[in-house]
């Protein structure tokens, strides 16, 4: 008996010592669980991945300062008759647009870059293609304001706009009274822009903007097209010097652009530019002004009710008059064109 007591005390003993020896705190051994390698269990369940995405979340997407947009849109309307008592011509017209915009805005920048191109067709019964739409507009504007919360900008705007194609007064298809860079429009100025953070409206003013129009045909220069110098001749009919095809203003610029909602499903745009110079018939003005209702049926299928007001002091409306067969030249007249048709969209 006294032997077992005896065995079980020196097992116990034993035990207890083992313990303590286990127990020791890791701090004062040479090493420290920093120093252990640590395996973690392979585990490529949807539960695995979405708690190391908790504990680890993802690296944010990369700020962007640019808004971009693109629009792409044909506008068609057509009519068509059979058998039909009033008369009428069969006729299909489409215009194509396009319209990018680049605009780069962060603290007190704002650079605002905008591409516009239109061109139409229009086709009528027992008659050749006729030219609808022509267009080619850039519009570049650098603004830097000198306080955050401030929507006035000191603001530098260049412009330019010309055509695609030749430009006819039909019936008339072998005299062309436009063409490419014929004429072609150069603005560049500097002055104050109010851009409000809030609403898509701009407003421009400058004091100071250079106007150069280009007519870069010699025969449309020679004639004096578009306010040009035109071609001087002798008594005899020869060419004394040739036309200038460049002509130069410095005048007073104010140009607007504003977009708004007026109802659901229907948007108001608004763009409206006038020009005077200083040293010829200052206080005559210049006038680009071009509103439209756009109408959303759906995603792709939009509506276009609007209007294209023009009037320009260099460019002289002509007609023909039938009794001797000569043209007639006649003072600046306001330009209209209007437009009103259903087609599609696509933006991206």
């Known amino acids: 008996m006294k032997k077992t007591i005896f065995l079980i005390t020196i097992v116990l003993y034993s035990c207890s010592t083992r313990a303590q020896e286990i127990l020791t705190p890791i701090e004062s051994s040479s090493y420290s669980i920093h120093n252990l390698p640590v395996y973690f269990p392979i585990d490529t369940s949807e539960t695995r991945i979405k708690v190391l995405e908790s504990i ?111 430009g006819y007064q039909y019936p008339d298809r072998d005299n062309p009274i436009s063409k490419f860079m014929a004429p072609g429009y150069f603005f ?10 809030e609403e898509k409206l701009t407003a421009y003013f400058s004091p100071i903007t250079q106007k150069s129009t280009y007519v870069l045909d010699q025969d449309l220069a020679n004639n004096g097209a578009f306010g040009v110098e035109k ?54 003005i ?24 023009k009037y320009d002091n260099d460019v002289k409306t002509q007609e023909l008059q039938l009794s001797d067969n000569k043209t007639l030249a006649y003072g600046p007249r306001l330009q209209l064109k209007q437009i009103l048709g259903v087609g599609i969209n696509y933006a991206f």
């Not at 560049?188 to 953070?197: C, D, K, M, Q, R």
């Not at 002509?247 to 499903?265: A, D, F, M, P, Q």
């Open 56 to 166: 680890v979340p993802p690296l944010p997407d990369p700020v962007s300062y640019w808004l971009k947009e693109n629009e792409l849109g044909i506008i068609m309307s057509q009519i068509a008759f059979s058998n039909w008592n009033a008369g009428g011509n069969n006729a299909i017209s489409g215009i194509s647009s396009a319209h990018f915009v680049r605009w780069y805005k962060r603290g007190n920048v704002s650079w605002n870059n905008e591409l516009i191109l239109k061109f139409g067709l229009n086709a009528q019964e027992n008659q050749k293609l006729r030219k609808s739409d022509d267009a080619i507009q850039f519009n570049s504007t650098f603004g830097y304001r000198t306080h955050p919360k401030s929507d006035w900008y000191y603001s530098a705007k260049l412009t330019f706009s010309t055509q695609f194609t030749n």
């Open 188 to 197: 560049l100025g500097v002055g104050a822009e109010y851009s409000p953070t």
């Open 231 to 284: 071609a001087i001749y002798d008594s005899a009919g020869n060419m004394i010097r040739a036309g200038k095809q460049v002509r130069t203003e410095v005048g007073i610029l104010v140009n607007s652009n504003w977009e708004k909602e007026v109802y659901k499903n229907m948007t108001f745009t608004n763009r409206v530019s006038l020009y005077t110079d200083y040293l010829n018939d200052f206080g005559n």
């Open 286 to 309: 210049d006038i680009d002004w071009e509103f439209n209702f756009n109408l959303v049926v759906n995603e792709y299928v939009k509506a276009n009710v609007g209007a294209h007001i």
